[in-house]
């Protein structure tokens, strides 16, 4: 079954860098838009960064100048690095990817990862 496979969260101190990975498992399938959501505890899942099938990225203002998101479209990957993190990171930290069109398409797929904790704590 196609899965999506995240791995890179953990405990960091304030002003620390992670890096998440996340690889699709499962599927040579290109999905156009691929990406990275977090949620606290409590709140509703908000998106993080983007990035395209054709490498246009998308970087929310929570992680602007801070986070870069990018894709081996060979590898079928995609990575997010996180720079001078601060307390307010922390979340579970989830891997999505959808393809192009609209949600009710008979041919819409959407795939989300298990998530991964990102601490980010003194």
């Known amino acids: 079954q196609v899965q999506l496979v995240e791995s890179g969260g953990g405990l960091v101190q304030p002003g620390g860098s992670l890096t998440l990975s996340c690889a699709v498992s499962?599927?040579?399938?290109?999905?156009?838009?691929m990406g990275w959501y977090r949620q606290f505890p409590g709140k509703q899942r908000e998106l993080v960064a983007t990035?395209?099938?054709?490498?246009?990225?998308d970087i929310r203002n929570s992680g602007e100048g801070r986070f870069t998101i990018s894709r081996d479209n060979a590898k079928n990957t995609l990575s997010l690095q996180m720079n001078s993190l601060k307390p307010e990171d922390t979340a579970v930290y989830y891997c999505?990817?959808?393809?192009?069109?609209?949600?009710?398409?008979?041919?819409?797929?959407?795939?989300w990862g298990q998530g991964t904790l990102v601490t980010v704590s003194s």
């Open positions: 499962g599927s040579s399938h290109r999905f156009y838009y």
């Open positions: 999505n990817a959808r393809t192009r069109g609209s949600t009710w398409d008979p041919n819409y797929l959407e795939l």
């Open positions: 990035v395209t099938s054709g490498g246009t990225t």
